[in-house]
C-alpha cells in the first residue's frame, strides 16, 4: 500500500460526486437495508475503485454508496473484507483509509457476532466496549506504516466514548434491546468448537466475530473515532451447542436490523 494508490483511489471516488462525507459506515453480514434510507445515492462497485479488493462472500455486496441521511453527508461500504476470503490485513483497512481521506469524521461499523454471554440472547444488539485480536496480526504491521501515523498505536479506549454514551441513551429511549460487552475477533470461516466457545468466555470474551477489529484498528492509526455493534444471531453455549445453519443467521440480522439502522440513524442526527 502506497499513499500514491490512496490517492487514485479517492480521485476517482471524488470525480463520482463523493464529495467530503461526514461519517463513513462499514455493514457487516445480514446487514444492509441501511443503504435504503441514504437519499440520493451514488454508487462505485468495488471493482471499479482503483487498487480496492472485491469481496468474494455470495452475501456481501461490493460496493460504496454515497448520499444523505438525516441530513449528513455519508458514505456506506455496502460489503468488507475479511481474512478467510484470502486477503491480507492492508487489503481489508483499505477503504478505511479512503474513506478518511475523502475526509469522513466518525466512523460506524457493524456486525454479526455469536454470543458468548449466555445472559445474550440472538437478536440482541450488543455495543462493543472492547475487543480481543485473535486474528494473529496486525493492519499496522507493516515497513512504511510511519508514513500513515505512528507505528505504536494506544488502544486504551478503542471506542469513542462520546458515541458510545449516545447509543446508549437512544437505545434507551427507543426500547431497543441493548447489550455492552466485548468482541473477540477470530480468523475463521470455520465456526469454533464447544471447546473454543470455552476458551473464549474464560478470556472475557461476550461475542465472537470474524471482522471489526482490523478496521478499529487503522481508525485508531487514523485518530478516527469509531463506535461499533455488533447484531447477535446465535447462542455459543457449548453445553447445547447445534450445527451452524448460515441461513438462519443471516435471517436473524435481518429480523435484528432495523433496530441497528435506528440506532445508527439517530446517532447521525445527533452529531
Not at 450488543?126 to 499496522?140: A, F
Not at 474464560?202 to 487503522?218: K, L, Q, R
Amino acid at each position: 500500500m502506497t499513499q500514491k494508490q490512496i490517492d487514485e483511489s479517492v480521485a476517482y471516488l471524488t470525480k463520482r460526486g463523493f464529495e467530503t462525507p461526514e461519517i463513513g459506515i462499514v455493514l457487516g453480514t445480514g446487514l444492509g437495508e441501511l443503504v435504503n434510507m441514504i437519499e440520493d445515492p451514488t454508487e462505485a462497485h468495488y471493482n471499479h475503485i482503483p487498487y480496492f479488493p472485491l469481496a468474494t462472500v455470495e452475501f456481501h455486496t461490493g460496493k460504496l454508496i454515497y448520499g444523505t441521511i438525516e441530513g449528513k453527508k455519508v458514505v456506506v461500504m455496502q460489503g468488507r473484507f475479511h481474512l478467510y476470503e484470502g486477503y491480507d490485513f492492508l487489503d481489508i483497512t483499505y477503504p478505511i483509509r479512503v474513506m478518511h481521506q475523502l475526509g469522513i469524521k466518525k466512523l460506524f461499523v457493524s456486525n454479526a457476532a455469536g454470543a458468548i454471554n449466555l445472559d445474550f440472547k440472538k437478536g440482541d444488539i450488543m455495543l462493543i466496549e472492547d475487543h480481543i485480536n485473535l486474528q494473529s496480526g496486525s493492519p499496522l504491521a507493516f515497513k512504511n506504516v510511519g508514513k500513515f501515523g505512528n507505528r505504536f498505536v494506544d488502544m486504551s479506549e478503542p471506542y469513542d466514548l462520546e458515541m458510545r454514551n449516545k447509543i446508549e441513551a437512544i437505545a434507551v429511549r427507543e426500547n431497543i434491546s441493548f447489550q455492552k460487552g466485548v468482541y473477540a475477533s477470530v480468523v475463521g470461516p470455520q465456526l469454533e468448537t464447544k471447546a473454543e466457545y470455552r476458551m473464549l468466555k474464560i478470556i472475557g470474551a461476550d461475542a465472537v466475530g470474524m471482522s471489526t477489529v482490523p478496521e478499529v484498528i487503522v481508525a485508531n492509526h487514523l485518530r478516527l473515532p469509531i463506535v461499533a455493534v455488533s447484531v447477535l444471531t446465535d447462542e455459543c453455549d457449548p453445553k447445547n451447542l447445534e450445527p451452524v445453519d448460515v441461513q438462519e443467521i443471516l435471517k436473524i440480522a435481518g429480523q435484528a436490523e432495523p433496530k441497528m439502522i435506528k440506532l445508527f440513524k439517530e446517532l447521525i442526527k445527533e452529531l
